[in-house]
């Protein structure tokens, strides 16, 4: 791996145990040499990520809508900024340039990022580990939720386990790289249909 791309909250979140565990993730990134990709965003939770990058020394790439840079919320101080025109590019370029993603805390931006990646592995597009940090268990209504599909028959176990799962940074990356794509369809009982 040489690039991991952070998606995260463009708001703080309550308190400071989400800002503390992105400084920690950024540090953990740089610590094993890796570039980062992000959303660009100079607030909330990817304003830690690029002020913590930029202080580690970390080469750190931002790509953003162009809405958002009219909103002036992008951050101007990254190694690589690339612009684009909707939402859906961002995706994209920051899919095409990162080697795998680690899902800090966020809102829905965050989760539509994370499912994109990970239906884009269960499809067999792309082959990419995509872990959480679950800070403070932030993560585990959703996790509970995905449980509950699988016991429902809408997701395969083996499609939830794609999910690398930590509670701190470094293993998280440690993980990520030992991590392996399940080999099994999509489709149950497609034979029966």
Not at 41 to 62: D, F, N, P
Not at 185 to 190: L, T
Request: aromatic share 6%.
């Amino acid at each position: 791996m040489k690039s991991i791309c952070i998606f995260c909250g463009s708001n703080p979140g309550k308190g400071s145990i989400y800002a503390d565990a992105t400084r920690a993730t950024v540090r953990a990134i740089a610590a094993a040499g890796m570039n980062i990709v992000f959303g660009g965003g100079k607030v909330g939770l990817m304003g830690v990520v690029a002020e913590t990058a930029i202080a580690s020394g970390v080469y750190v790439i931002g790509v953003s809508p162009r809405r958002l840079l009219e909103h002036e919320v992008v951050h101007q101080g990254l190694s690589e900024l690339h612009i684009v025109e909707s939402m859906h590019e961002r995706k994209v370029a920051m899919s095409k340039i990162s080697d795998a993603f680690i899902v800090l805390p966020g809102g829905m931006g965050t989760f539509d990022e994370m499912f994109e990646i990970l239906t884009l592995n269960q499809l067999g597009v792309q082959n990419k580990a995509c872990g959480l940090l679950n800070v403070g268990g932030f993560y585990n209504p959703l996790l509970a939720f995905l449980d509950h599909a699988v016991e429902q028959r809408f997701v395969r176990a083996e499609h939830r386990d794609m999910i690398v799962l930590d509670d701190d940074p470094v293993r998280l990356i440690q993980r990520l790289g030992d991590w392996t794509m399940p080999e099994v369809s999509k489709w149950m009982d497609r034979e029966k249909t």
